[in-house]
T-cell receptor
Framework: DAGVIQSPRHEVTEMGQEVTLRCKPISGHDYLFWYRQTMMRGLELLIYFNNNVPIDDSGMPEDRFSAKMPNASFSTLKIQPSEPRDSAVYFC??????????????FGSGTQLSVL | QKEVEQDPGPLSVPEGAIVSLNCTYSNSAFQYFMWYRQYSRKGPELLMYTYSSGNKEDGRFTAQVDKSSKYISLFIRDSQPSDSATYLCAMRAGGFKTIFGAGTRLFVKA
């Protein structure tokens, strides 16, 4: 398995532009998570899905952020309009919910977002 | 107050030293406790997992959970330069929402 795949690896954009981050989870995993990592705030959970349905979006910072999961193999995180304070590394992670004793979250390599 | 508190460091130790990393938490509902290791420009990877209180050992790594004190620890024996990374504690209650600490940057000097 190729693991969790995120794209793009790096994104540089100007303030006010729309940004779309993409994620392909590991096949068979029914949970998908979006995290944001900054030096100041560490790794923050933004939203997570179960079977393509958003379960908890309480970590989404504001209405400028939205996330979708149209099918089991694809999810997007969109920021519109983007602001410099959105600059961070955005991680997607997936896991199986079948084995509760298996705690492993599988992370992608992240998208480094810079908003100028 | 954050649900999970972790000293960001950095922590610098000589090769062969014993390393102690710690986290405290406020949510008494947390039952599952993990340690992830993150190398530069990579995603975190699971290192250790413990359910409820107690100790767990895996090679040079030992994880401890003290639920009465809301305190978890990771010990690394005979630390190696390859252990240099950021170590994040993580925990969750009964659902699937996993909360991470800020991460402690560790440098092991040869």
């Amino acid at each position: 398995d190729a693991g969790v795949i995120q794209s793009p690896r790096h994104e540089v954009t100007e303030m006010g532009q729309e940004v779309t981050l993409r994620c392909k989870p590991i096949s068979g995993h029914d949970y998908l998570f979006w995290y944001r990592q900054t030096m100041m705030r560490g790794l923050e959970l933004l939203i997570y899905f179960n079977n393509n349905v958003p379960i908890d979006d309480s970590g989404m910072p504001e209405d400028r952020f939205s996330a979708k999961m149209p099918n089991a193999s694809f999810s997007t995180l969109k920021i519109q309009p983007s602001e410099p304070r959105d600059s961070a590394v955005y991680f997607c992670a997936s896991r199986s919910g079948k084995a509760l004793t298996n705690e492993k979250l599988f992370f992608g390599s992240g998208t480094q977002l810079s908003v100028l | 107050q954050k649900e999970v508190e972790q000293d960001p460091g950095p922590l610098s130790v000589p090769e062969g030293a014993i390393v102690s990393l710690n986290c405290t938490y406020s949510n008494s509902a947390f039952q599952y406790f993990m340690w992830y290791r993150q190398y530069s420009r990579k995603g975190p990877e699971l290192l250790m997992y413990t359910y409820s209180s107690g100790n767990k050992e895996d090679g040079r790594f030992t994880a401890q959970v003290d639920k009465s004190s809301k305190y978890i620890s990771l010990f690394i024996r005979d630390s190696q330069p390859s252990d240099s990374a950021t170590y994040l504690c993580a925990m969750r209650a009964g659902g699937f929402k996993t909360i991470f600490g800020a991460g402690t940057r560790l440098f092991v000097k040869a």
